[in-house]
């Protein structure tokens, strides 16, 4: 008889465990970056995460021997049932031991019945917990470590995932390149046009307006990206929350907005890659690493650069417009990387697989298709 046991969590000592368990599990893999403990422990609890204001969220651990051998949560998410379709419920943070053959598939099946108990018809995974945090199971790229709010994964977990029934829903693409190298010409000639159009705005956000600027960036975020495979629009609270978090990495040389007659109409957020400076802390802000990170990013210095979102406002996509906009920001930022920051490469993503535009974008002289990140979905 299997001593396997799967079991909820339900205090805060389990949810310790639950967060611990990837030192066993990535304890071998030099690609795998120590996430903060206490920022995984701020996403699981409620009260402090305002995702739980419209999600319902279960974690569980299997155990073998009282040790921990693997971990998965289940969501459901009225915002997810809003804008991607009745009875869709996600499960992710999926983690199994190496040699361990039977807890993934308990797990699996541990959070599928979970979901149909609450009605759920469809499920989407791996989504931890929300597409906003780190969606997609790394199905290439494994040797590079990710960078900053992208995960990691074991190769295996492909097989295991599909092996219970799960087939692909959508892939998204993470583009990497040398940002030493300048744009292509006629990208060149497209920024230096936009340059001399009095109709053009390129600016730097302004941190001492932060709540202003971020909710500008919302404004366009949820424009651009509405009609978007996946797309779930971040409260108020939740924006405040991520902004509370994102603040102290948030350049205002990396951060752009564009404005088009005078009228917000595009922009990207770029940062440096902060897994360079948290790798070493081991997942630990405390007693010592929070001063070392204070200080680092006081003058980063990083070897990569990530842009995790940009938008263009949908009345001026699919034009020249659209193209022009954003080859200034990516210029722009690409410049200040370089000399400000001591960047020599950039990861764009992640991009949905079928979104023509920016994928067109991103296809600059010299990048490379580095990361894949898939959606799996079953019928429940």
């Given amino acids: 008889m299997s001593d396997l046991v799967i079991r909820p969590v339900t205090t805060r000592a389990d949810r310790k465990r639950f967060v611990d368990l990837v030192w066993d599990v990535y304890k071998d893999d030099p690609a795998w970056v120590p996430p903060l403990k206490s920022e995984v422990m701020g996403l699981l609890t409620p009260g ?21 051998v693997g971990r998965i949560s289940a969501q459901v998410d009225s915002l997810v049932l809003e804008h991607m379709g009745a009875g869709t419920g996600n499960w992710g943070m999926f983690e199994v031991l190496d040699g361990e053959t039977e807890a993934g598939p308990a797990l699996i099946a541990t959070a599928e019945q979970w979901l149909r108990e609450r009605g759920m018809t469809r499920a989407l995974g791996p989504i ?24 990691h994964h074991r190769p295996a977990y492909e097989a295991l995932v599909e092996a219970a029934g799960y087939a692909k829903a959508k892939d998204l693409y993470c583009y990497a390149l040398d940002i030493r190298v300048p744009l292509e010409p006629l990208a060149q000639r497209l920024i230096e046009a936009g340059k001399r159009s009095s109709r053009i705005r390129l600016r730097e956000v302004d941190k001492s307006r932060f709540d202003e600027e971020a909710a500008i960036i919302l404004g366009l975020l949820n424009d651009a990206w509405s009609d978007n495979w996946g797309f779930v629009p971040l409260t108020p609270s939740e924006i405040a929350y991520a902004g509370k978090k ?40 405390f007693p010592f690493g929070w001063a070392k990170l204070l200080w680092r990013l006081r003058r980063p210095r990083v070897h990569r650069m990530r842009v995790p979102l940009m938008g263009v406002a949908k009345k001026h996509q699919g034009g020249r ?20 920051y001591g960047a020599s490469h950039g990861e764009f993503g992640w991009v949905l697989e079928d979104n023509n535009g920016m994928l067109a974008i991103a296809d600059l002289r010299g990048s490379e298709r580095s990361k894949i990140y898939r959606i799996y979905e079953k019928a429940l």
């Avoid at 597409?131 to 992208?150: A, R, S, Y």
């Avoid at 417009?321 to 400000?340: H, K, P, T, W």
Wanted: net charge negative; with cysteine.
């Fill in 48 to 68: 402090e995460n305002p995702w739980f204001e419209h999600g319902e969220a279960a974690l569980w651990l299997a155990e073998r021997g009282g040790r921990p």
């Fill in 128 to 151: 931890s917990l929300s597409i906003w945090d780190e969606p997609g199971l790394e199905i290439k790229g494994f040797t590079d470590p990710p960078t900053v709010m992208m995960g």
């Fill in 246 to 285: 994102l603040k102290p990495i948030i350049f205002e040389d990396l951060v752009v907005i564009c404005e088009v007659d005078g009228e917000p109409a595009s922009f990207m957020i770029t940062m440096p890659d902060i897994n360079e400076l948290t790798r070493d802390l081991n997942g630990r802000l």
């Fill in 321 to 340: 417009l659209a193209g022009q906009l954003a080859f200034m920001m990516i210029e722009y930022c690409r410049q200040n990387s370089v000399d400000n």
